[in-house]
């Protein structure tokens, strides 16, 4: 027989506590009858790295010109379409074939700067949400390369956030780490979330004429500088 009983504010069910109230029962019975409902606190949300907080493009380009891989004015501006290569005026097999190359020999990503805005963005994540999790593809044609490829990544995180309050996940399957909340730049939209509120990273490459998605409606499209007024306009919404 328990020595006393604490009652749930829910629905006004009695568990059973220790002296000092403590009651494992209860905290099993809130979080098993009564979850948090959506919208009270902002819980997790996803961002994606290139394109979002490192200047992949611009270190890839940097990285062409300096190589003679290509031509130096193409570096001068950016794509305005995500087939980089054609914009770079190169074909996208000479693309991939560069691509590894940049990462084993010439850090593609660890040299680069920050996207501008990225790492106050990210602290104001911090602040706001409770975790902060970096999803990103580093999959590439060799093990040494994605090895090589995601060492980088964290190394380049390491000096510009807490490594200790982010979480990274190297995936291509985005939709498989649900949030509240998910980044991301690329235009196919193949990352938004059922439920979630879905920003298209204000990119060059991604200013299509509309926003819908196939079954999780329309993303809305922001960069660093406006996106706590969308989380804020969204939140209220909830
Ligand atoms: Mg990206």
Redesign the pocket.
Known sequence: MAECWIKCAYCETWHPADRDGRSPELALHVQRYHPKPGGEGMKTVNV?????IYD?VGTFAKIAVEQRWMPAEAGDSPPTQWAMWKHWGISRYMFYQMFDVAILRHGLFQIGDPVPGAVDGLAYLLDRFERVRVV?SKQMKTPEAATAAQQQCLAWLARHVNPSAIEVAFTSNKRGYLADVVI???PTLQWTQKGALNVL?DQPWNQMSHYKTEDHGYVVRAGWKGLDRVIEIWEGMK
């Open positions: 994606d790295m290139d394109g979002v992949f990103t991301d730049d690329k990273f």
